[in-house]
């Protein structure tokens, strides 16, 4: 079994890979949903995760000074890239929906890798990777634990993820799930809605 095999196996045992009907942030309906937060719990799963993310990033980012993550879903999981490659490790924040560097400096030249948990469209990466070249910092890589995009994302830098599940959504006229009738469920809530 490859790690992809593993790893999609994993996410489903531990429900962070579901399959149903569900209603996703964009109104669009999609057979199956993604929360690595799920299997982030697991601080030995967490860090065995960052330890592979590093080693596939490691070979065409030779030299680092730190890595960033949006707050909240890349924390965990950039913390632990980090970790493993023994460099700090920062978080961007929204603030009034913008995000920004609250707490942390970066400073003009430093070397940069942005970590998500999930890349789907890239847009909230894309705001990190701003984020850190509005300090003058040079973007070296992204990394995720799964890749959602349909098409390859635009970065500016080498990106590579551990997984790739291209997300399969739906318009609501359209979507096949409504016409069976499947139960829609709304993530983060426990109640299916009718
Ligand atoms: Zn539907």
Same mark, same amino acid.
């Given at each position: 079994?490859?790690?992809?095999?593993?790893?999609?196996?994993?996410?489903?045992?531990?429900?962070?890979?579901?399959?149903?009907?569900?209603?996703?942030?964009?109104?669009?309906?999609?057979?199956?949903?993604?929360?690595?937060?799920?299997?982030?719990?697991?601080?030995?799963?967490?860090?065995?995760?960052?330890?592979?993310?590093?080693?596939?990033?490691?070979?065409?980012?030779?030299?680092?000074?730190?890595?960033?993550?949006?707050?909240?879903?890349? $924390?965990?999981? =950039?913390?632990? @890239?980090?970790?493993?490659? !023994? *460099?700090?490790?920062?978080?961007?924040?929204?603030? %009034?929906?913008?995000?920004?560097?609250?707490?942390?400096? $970066?400073?003009? =030249?430093?070397? @940069?890798?942005?970590?998500? !948990? *999930?890349?789907?469209?890239?847009?909230?990466?894309? %705001?990190?990777?701003?984020?850190?070249?509005?300090?003058?910092?040079?973007?070296?890589?992204?990394?995720?634990?799964?890749?959602?995009?349909?098409?390859?994302?635009?970065?500016?830098?080498?990106?590579?993820?551990?997984?790739?599940?291209?997300?399969?959504?739906?318009?609501?006229?359209?979507?096949?799930?409504?016409?069976?009738?499947?139960?829609?469920?709304?993530?983060?809530?426990?109640?299916?809605?009718?």
């Amino acid at each position: 079994m490859s790690f992809e095999d593993e790893l999609l196996d994993l996410l489903r045992t531990k429900q962070a890979y579901l399959e149903g009907h569900f209603l996703l942030s964009s109104g669009l309906h999609s057979p199956n949903y993604m929360q690595c937060a799920k299997i982030l719990q697991f601080p030995r799963i967490a860090a065995d995760l960052g330890r592979r993310i590093h080693e596939k990033l490691a070979g065409d980012v030779p030299a680092l000074d730190l890595v960033l993550s949006p707050a909240l879903g890349g $924390i965990i999981i =950039g913390h632990e @890239v980090a970790r493993s490659w !023994d *460099v700090p490790f920062l978080f961007c924040e929204r603030e %009034e929906g913008r995000m920004k560097l609250r707490r942390f400096e $970066i400073r003009p =030249g430093q070397r @940069v890798v942005v970590i998500e !948990d *999930v890349v789907t469209t890239g847009g909230s990466t894309r %705001e990190t990777i701003a984020v850190a070249e509005s300090y003058g910092a040079i973007i070296v890589g992204i990394g995720s634990i799964v890749d959602r995009g349909a098409n390859p994302p635009h970065f500016p830098a080498v990106f590579h993820s551990l997984l790739k599940v291209p997300l399969e959504h739906y318009q609501v006229e359209s979507c096949p799930l409504c016409e069976r009738e499947i139960p829609l469920v709304k993530p983060g809530s426990r109640q299916a809605k009718k």
